[in-house]
Structure formats: C-alpha cells, structure tokens
C-alpha cells in the first residue's frame, strides 16, 4: 500500500559521495586540515590576528563541543611560528625601597643566562670571602688599628697606675673592671684586714681612692672616641678590602652586558648593597662551617638572583596560553607569603607570575563564562587591555591579611591578544550590558553549529578523522566505517547536507569505537566497531526509553496503532533525559461542546504547558477563525490535552496533531490511528519545521515494529523537514519494503485528507466548501455551534 504524500527510499536518505571519502582517506594531506568548514569563523581569524591595532581582541562565539577551543588553538599555533619570540621579563631587587621591585627588560632566552651569571657571582664571593680578610695585609692593617686603641687604653691606665703606687694604693684589671687596695707592709690588704685598721687610716684611704677613680674617669674620659675611631677604622678596612675583592667580579659581568643598560644598572646598583653584605656577613667568619655557608648563600641568593617572571626559549614564537581556570591571581600573578618566626614575610622573589604575564607579546585563550564568574578579574583583564600596562594591585579580600604589608611591584607593559571563548547569548548579553566591551573585543570569530556539506569539507572531515585514528594508535578507518561516521554527523546536524560542527561527538563515537576494536585485538576500525558503539551507548543510556516503551506495550500508557477513533490523534515527542535524547508517541485528545469558552489548552490550566507550547494552542483559534468563521462569530468551547503526560511540555510542534483532534472532534470523522504525526503550524495553516524529527518517527517505528507492521503504518512530517531525515537502518529497511511509511505535508489540509481518509475539500468561487467535505462540515458544526449559544444569548 502506498500513501499519498509518502516519500521514496531515496528521499530519506542521504548520499555522501562515496568516491571522495576514498579519495581523502588514500590522500595524506587531507590530515593537514584544521577547520571543518567554517570560512567565516576561518577569515575573522585571519582578520582578528593579522590586525595590530588596540581593540582588536577576538570573541570566538560558538556553542560547547563544537571544536572552538581545539580549532583556534592549532590555527594559531601555526599562525604565531611567524611572529617573533616576546621579551623575557624579571624582577629584581630594589636595594633603595625594597617593597618595590624593578622589572628587568631582557631579550630572550637572557633571562636564565643572566640568573646563571649571578649564581656563579654568588659562588665566587663565597670562595673570595672571608678569604680575602685573612690576607697578611689585611691583618696587619687590623693589628695596626687594634695596636693603637689598645695603646691609648694602656697608657692612660698607667699613669693612673703611677700614681695609685706613690700613694701605697694598687691598681687592679679583672674581665674589663678596674679597682683599687690599699698597700700596707708592701703588701695589698684583703677586706678583713682593711677592717682593723684605724678609722683614720680607713678614711685616709677612703679618699685616696675617691680620688683616683676621678682620676681613672678623667684619663678615660675619650675612650668611646677612641673605640668610635677603631670601629670605624676597621669597618672602612673592611669596605676597602670587599670592594677591591668584589671590583674585577663585578668588571666582568659589566663587560659581558655592556650594551644592556638595565643590567649595567642593576650591577651598578648592586655594588655598595653588596660591599655592605659582605661586610655583615662574610667578614671573619668561618669557612668550614658547612651550615653557615649554606645560609650565606640563601641570603646572597634571596637579595641578588634575578626572579624569572618569564623566560622564552630564541625562535620559540609567541606564546599561545589557555588559562582554564581565570581566577585574579592565576590571570595577573600573585605576591607568595611565608611564615618566619610568626611574623608574615615576603620579598621580590616570592612574586609569582599569571597568564598575561606568559601570554605578554602572544596570545590569551579564556573560556568568557567562566572569567565573568571571578571576583575583580573582568574589570582589571579590560583596565589592562585599556592602559596597556599590567600592576599587580591584588584586591585587598584576595590578600586574606588586611593589615599585612605586601610588594608594590613595577607595572610592566602588555601586550597581548586575549580570544575569549564563549556563547552567543553571552556575547549579546555583554554587549548589552557592558558599554567597554566592543571598544575591547571588535572581532568576532562565529562558529556556525552546523556546516555545509560539500566537496572541501567532506575532505577535511575525512582527514580530522584519519588524524583522530592515528592519534588513537589505530592503523587506519575502512571505508564504511568512514561513511558510516558521515551518517552520524549528518544525523547530528539532523540534515542531509550539513555537517554537525560538534566534531566533538565523532571523536567521542571514535574513543568508544576503538574499545570494541581492541576487544577484537584489531588495529583497523570497521564499521562493525561503531555499530557497536552505537549499540552499546543506546543501551547505556535507554533505560528511560525502554521504560517509556514498555508501559505503552503493557497498556500502561494508551496509544493505538491500528483503526480509526473521533478527536483521537497520535502525536510525536522527544524527551531529552542527561545525555539521551528518545522519541516517543504521545496521544493527544480533543471535545468540543456549545459554549463560548474558545480553546482551552488542558496543559496551560494546570500550569504544565510552557509558553512555547501555549502559543501553539492559542494559534488554533486564529487558524480556526480564519479558515471557518469569516461569516459569523467563531464561537465554541473545545477542550485539548496531551493524555498521560505528568511533566512540563515546551514547544509547538504537537499543534498540527492538536488541530486534526480538534477538528476530528468538532466534525465527528475519526482519525487514522497507525499514523503518527508532527509539526507546527501558522494562522493560516502552513505547516511548519520541528526539531528531533528523527527520534520522533524511530520512536513510533518501535512501537509499531513491537505489535507488528501492517503495511499501513507510517509518520506524518512538515515537508520542510524532508532535508532532516537521517533515520536508523532498521527504519530505511522497512521503508525499503512498504511495511512504514513516512510521509510529508506542507498545509493542515493535507494532513486532514492523510489522516481522515476524506476529500478535504477546496473552496469554490461563492466562499463555499462542497458538501461532505472535511473543512464543509467543520464550517457547519462551529455555524450550528455558533447559532446554538447565540439563541441561548438571545432568550
């Protein structure tokens, strides 16, 4: 049996050229591609980064899984070998304010030579000092200076001394401390004696010594002076000997980066820091102290090693960097802190770099979504791009410490090409919302979700998936596995001449695939492989479906696949559960009665239908109105329900279903019961696209397939929706055989005549349908309807 409007084996089908798959998986550079299409994403690219200007960042717009991050980085990556390698940057210590630090300049690849250069000054002080302080000179400079203190300390203690004798006092020196005894018999006297001398002898002698301690005080009056004179005698010795020690190293090293004058003034900052150091900590220390040698060199390193912000390898290129997760710090660097005997410290080498920082003089991937989610980060990434500069002002909360002390870093120059990785409702949001955002991001890179079918894209999908296989470890794909991957974008993209730009899915299929492939331990994938793939996740994932379908075939749930029935239409659905999308049949149900309530959609009521699906029900009316109603009031009351349906319902395209139930309702003729139906429709009767058409049709085919194929059995589709059928093989074969059909229409006429089995009905030249016909007994029954309640209004 054949039905009218049913399409042919060769209408459902898609043909990729078969001859071209074979040719692209014998040619090995079709492994060269990077895009799948996308000419207008690829020429923004070229536009976005080939232009110098400030402002031309890029906005990559394209939905998730689509191949956007993949796609642009390796664009990129190729684009950026001609560009030359960026600038490394330091920080180095600022010996004058230490909580600011210099940023150093240098070229690339300088960076970890120059930390090289320091460490091997670092060693060749520690080698020089204190080794340079035990040279006889340096000695005998020290003993001179020692010698003269310790002559003017003597001196004014002798002549005390000489006059402590002459009057029988003696004049002790113990640990530093002077003091006196009284001489009695030639011969110092302890206490005890002292005591049994005459109170006139005692105060004699009390006076005596009251006046040579003035005495004492008056020849010592200068010593401090003196001991001043010493220190700084020997502090200057030293200085000299650490300059004259350090001179020729540091010589070199100036001679070495003569033509750099950021180094040139690093090193000619560094040299009286470093005479000081050496003085504080290397001057007459020992040499065989293994520790102390080692915390020597921790504060040599932690003073004069240059800290690394970032260093590029020479002919390297610019940097491509993808910071996944663009939190404040991680974009713009931090300040690290350490604990040191409870109290919090840091210090230029403890400054920690972002991903500007690594992408300066390149390029900045982030995902936009994510970086608007960061407290601070939006606003400072566009106050960088704005200025040009890059100052690590961390936000006070961020720091944890509200009265802690941190750096002050010297801002650093950027310049950077941020590609910003997001939607396209968040694109016009931004647009919207933020005024700054087209000054910043004036390229925008669209990646369609769907792509043309054609000979240049066939190829290069051939060759990404050739690559895929070769990365996997596979030998290669055979031929009908590679038209068979085809089919399955094809059926992602739901059409017949349009790639899914999810190449994401195909590389997922491909992964599965080659678990079954190992199973077989075979290195080549066949189409044998991703069928059972495919198998394996419809069975993963179908418990709901099955669920779904076993309570229609236990009678759980009411739906008819054979004879006729008033007001009763078999509709199709798709339920999308996680990450399993299944259609199945839905039976929608209709009454109509005299009464002037219009069109009352059941689902809206009760507050399950969404406003998609609301809108659908309330163009019945208009449809209703006018096609039936141009000559008296369209008045009726008619109630519509999707049965057995406990969750909420959003979209249109059960409204051509809804309308037939009406009008089956509304004129008594009963519906076809093996058909199915889907579609949407306008207000005068066009029959519109709907999504998930494949699932919808493979749904009601289940059923069918489950009680028995009569032959007479089919699905009901827009006419527009012809391009998008990519249906299973088991469905292809029945159609093959005349045991399902599937059949298109372009007006609710046509589906009426389908579905009811009757002349439908055209109207004549008088504004007359002819007698008998469908749209003829519509018009009459809302005509009585409208009589019927208009009497009632009149009485």
């Known amino acids: 049996m054949h039905l009218k409007y049913a399409l042919s084996l060769k209408e459902i089908t898609a043909k990729p050229s078969r001859r071209l798959i074979n040719h692209a998986l014998k040619d090995d550079n079709a492994m060269q591609a990077t895009f799948i299409g996308q000419a207008r994403a690829r020429e923004a690219l070229d536009f976005g980064l080939g232009i110098n200007a400030k402002g031309y960042n890029l906005y990559v717009m394209g939905e998730q899984a689509t191949g956007r991050f993949t796609l642009v980085h390796e664009y990129i990556a190729k684009y950026v070998q001609k560009v ?458 179908g418990r709901v479906s099955e669920a779904v379908l076993d309570d229609i075939k236990q009678g759980q749930i009411l739906i008819a696949t054979e004879g006729v029935d008033v007001g009763k239409v078999n509709g199709l659905t798709v339920l999308e559960v996680g990450d399993s999308l299944f259609g199945t049949p839905a039976r929608i149900t209709s009454t109509v009665y005299a009464g002037a309530n219009g069109v009352v959609d059941i689902e809206r009521e009760v507050e399950l239908g969404q406003p998609i699906h609301s809108k659908g029900v309330m163009l019945l009316t208009g449809y209703l109105g006018h096609k039936y109603a141009q000559l008296f009031p369209l008045t009726l009351s008619a109630n519509i329900a999707i049965e057995q349906s406990y969750g909420h319902i959003d979209g249109d395209s059960a409204s051509l279903a809804e309308l037939v139930a009406l009008i089956s309702a509304l004129t008594n003729i009963p519906t076809r019961q093996d058909l199915a139906i889907t579609g949407s429709i306008n207000q005068y009767g066009q029959v519109q696209s709907v999504g998930g058409v494949n699932e919808k049709i493979e749904g009601f085919f289940k059923l069918c397939q489950h009680r028995g194929l009569t032959g007479t059995q089919g699905a009901i589709i827009p006419k527009s929706n012809q391009i998008s059928l990519m249906l299973d093989k088991e469905v292809v074969a029945a159609v093959k055989l005349g045991k399902f059909h599937i059949c298109v229409v372009e007006t609710v006429d046509q589906a009426l005549e389908l579905l009811m089995n009757k002349e439908v009905g055209v109207m004549n030249a008088k504004g007359r349908y002819p007698k008998g016909t469908i749209n003829y007994m519509a018009v009459s029954s809302l005509l009585n309807i409208a009589n019927v309640v208009n009497g009632a209004d009149e009485d």
């Open 84 to 541: 030359l390698t960026p600038d490394d940057w330091c920080y180095i210590n600022n010996f004058e304010d230490e909580r600011e630090p210099f940023a150093l300049r240098l070229p690339p690849g300088e960076s970890k030579q120059l930390v090289k250069e320091m460490e091997k000054l670092i060693d060749e002080l520690l080698d020089t000092f204190p080794a340079a302080f035990d040279n006889p000179g340096y000695q005998r400079k020290k003993v001179t200076i020692t010698r003269e203190f310790d002559q003017r300390y003597d001196h004014a203690i002798d002549s005390v001394e000489q006059l402590a004798q002459a009057q029988n006092v003696a004049l002790y020196e113990e640990n530093g401390n002077i003091s006196f005894s009284p001489i009695v018999d030639g011969k110092p006297i302890n206490d005890a004696d002292f005591a049994k001398l005459s109170d006139d002898q005692r105060q004699n002698y009390y006076q005596l010594i009251d006046e040579l301690e003035n005495r004492l005080s008056e020849a010592l009056l200068e010593l401090p002076k003196w001991k001043r004179a010493s220190s700084e005698q020997l502090r200057r010795l030293k200085k000299d000997t650490a300059e004259q020690g350090i001179k020729p190293l540091l010589k070199a090293l100036e001679h070495q980066y003569a033509s750099d004058l950021g180094i040139l003034k690093f090193l000619r900052q560094l040299k009286p820091h470093l005479v000081e150091t050496i003085v504080e900590i290397l001057a007459d220390d020992k040499k065989d102290d293994k520790h102390d040698e080692y915390d020597r060199r921790s504060v040599l390193e932690e003073q004069y090693l240059p800290n690394i912000l970032v260093s590029h390898e020479l002919e390297s290129g610019a940097p491509v960097i993808y910071e996944p997760n663009p939190t404040h710090q991680n974009l713009f660097g931090r300040v690290e802190y350490t604990n040191v005997s409870g109290s919090v410290f840091t210090n230029y080498r403890m400054i920690r770099p972002g991903a500007l920082h690594r992408a300066n003089g390149g390029y900045l991937l982030l995902d936009v979504d994510k970086l608007i989610l960061q407290p601070y980060a939006w606003e400072t990434l566009k106050l960088v791009l704005k200025s040009g500069h890059l100052k690590m002002d961390l936000p006070q909360p961020d720091v944890g410490m509200v009265n802690s002390i941190t750096l002050n870093p010297q801002q650093i120059p950027i310049n950077v090409k941020v590609v910003l990785l997001g939607s396209r409702e968040l694109y016009y949001n931004l647009q919207d919302f933020d005024d700054e955002f087209y000054e910043m991001f004036r390229v925008l890179v669209d990646f369609d979700h769907e792509i043309q079918l054609d000979k240049q894209t066939l190829y290069d999908f051939v060759g990404r998936v050739r690559h895929q296989v070769s990365q996997l470890g596979l030998n290669s794909i055979s031929p009908k596995a590679m038209y068979r991957l085809v089919e399955y974008s094809l059926r992602m993209a739901e059409h017949q001449q349009r790639l899914s730009a999810r190449f994401s899915d195909v590389i997922e299929l491909l992964n599965e695939s080659l678990y079954f492939c190992r199973q077989k331990q075979e290195l080549d994938l066949d189409v044998t492989h991703i069928e059972a793939a495919l198998s394996a996740k419809t069975r993963r994932t």
